[in-house]
Nanobody
Framework: QVQLVESGGGLVLAGGSLRLSCAAS????????IGWFRQAPGKEREFVAA????????NYADSVKGRFTISRDNAKNTVYLQMNSLNTEDAAVYYC????????????????WGQGTQVTVSS
């Protein structure tokens, strides 16, 4: 089983960019689909993006399509989330999660979670 650690969060002005990283330790990282989720205060955790084990398939929430890009480097055991044109509605704690098999957009579909990284967007 893998362990996940997110990094790259911080404070950014609206319209700015951040790149989040999800670093994995453990065996067979390349066998896992990875998802990014976010949770704002008082709201449920929601899907942001997911990528298959090979990187060939990617899915995005409608709210981030065209602005966010998910990618992975299996040689570095890392998945990235490039976030552009950030707005205040993107502010949240961002989590990466892993599952064996196909990528899914549901929280319950993932078995392993990181601790999260805070993204704050200032207007």
């Amino acid at each position: 089983q893998v362990q996940l650690v997110e990094s790259g969060g911080g404070l950014v002005l609206a319209g700015g960019s951040l790149r989040l990283s999800c670093a994995a330790s453990g065996r067979a990282f390349s066998s896992y689909a990875i998802g990014w989720f976010r949770q704002a205060p008082g709201k449920e955790r929601e899907f942001v993006a997911a990528i298959s084990w090979s990187g060939a398939n990617r899915n995005y929430a409608d709210s981030v399509k065209g602005r966010f890009t998910i990618s992975r480097d299996n040689a570095k055991n890392t998945v990235y989330l490039q976030m552009n044109s950030l707005n205040t509605e993107d502010a949240a704690v961002y989590y990466c999660a892993a599952r064996l098999g196909l990528a899914t957009m549901t929280v319950r579909g993932y078995d392993v979670w990181g601790q999260g990284t805070q993204v704050t967007v200032s207007s």
